[in-house]
């Protein structure tokens, strides 16, 4: 089962930012959060991951709280192309892991005109 | 920028049959996966392969399945027996050596069993 919670759905207007936040009370030391969404009828996408500092891509920014249990990643400018539905996941990250995506039900996050 | 790719994109296969997804990651990638989402349901994991052969399989990926990268482009998925609840959308995705969670996924195959 997936280790993080998110909000069922979320609105943001076009040209606003979109903040959505995830919980992961029981993160350990060694797993990064990562942000993946899925815009319709398409594949994942990658995001962003981080371990315990801010992070910041063409994409998105990804703020994670100094005790590490939760996170949000913000899109600067929402754009209705940005309509999808976000992931967050922790994952291990260590030299024997290739390992899987556990995928929760995520975020559909809704940018309206 | 370089993607992964999925053939075909619809699949029709009557129950019983064999059906083999086709896959090209991205090149300079050595890490392949393949995922399925049945409609409305969550993306769930069902394989990982490296180095040629398999890394970890979920329960999902029973003796029904295998996967193989037959040359040096194509990862494919096999299903031996379609069963009808085999009705989903297959991912397959790619990452580098250097970050295995930052996975580039293909935009899938529709695979209908009748």
């Known amino acids: 089962d997936a280790k993080t919670t998110q909000p069922t759905s979320m609105d943001c207007a076009e040209g606003r930012a979109a903040n959505l936040p995830c919980n992961h009370s029981t993160i350990s030391g060694n797993e990064y959060v990562y942000w993946y969404r899925q815009i319709h009828s398409q594949g994942p996408q990658y995001i962003i991951h981080g371990l315990k500092n801010n992070e910041t891509n063409e994409m998105a920014s990804l703020i994670i709280t100094e005790d590490r249990k939760s996170s949000t990643l913000i899109l600067p400018h929402a754009t209705l192309r940005d309509t999808a539905v976000y992931y967050c996941i922790v994952r291990v990250e260590n030299g024997g892991s290739q390992g899987n995506l556990i995928f929760g039900k995520g975020t559909k996050l809704s940018v309206k005109p | 920028e370089p993607e992964v790719t999925q053939t075909p994109s619809h699949q029709v296969t009557q129950m019983g049959q064999e059906v083999i997804l086709r896959c090209v990651p991205i090149s300079n990638h050595l890490y392949f996966y393949w995922y399925r989402q049945i409609l409305g349901q969550k993306v769930e994991f069902l394989v990982s392969?490296?180095?040629?052969?398999?890394?970890?399989k979920s329960e999902i990926f029973d003796d029904q399945f295998s996967v193989e990268r037959p040359d040096g482009s194509n990862f494919t998925l096999k299903i031996r027996s379609t069963k009808l609840e085999d009705s989903a959308m297959y991912f397959c995705?790619?990452?580098?050596?250097?970050?295995?969670?930052?996975?580039?996924f293909g935009d899938g195959t529709r695979l209908s069993i009748l």
């Open positions: 392969f490296y180095n040629n052969e398999i890394s970890e």
């Open positions: 995705a790619s990452s580098e050596i250097g970050a295995p969670g930052a996975q580039h």
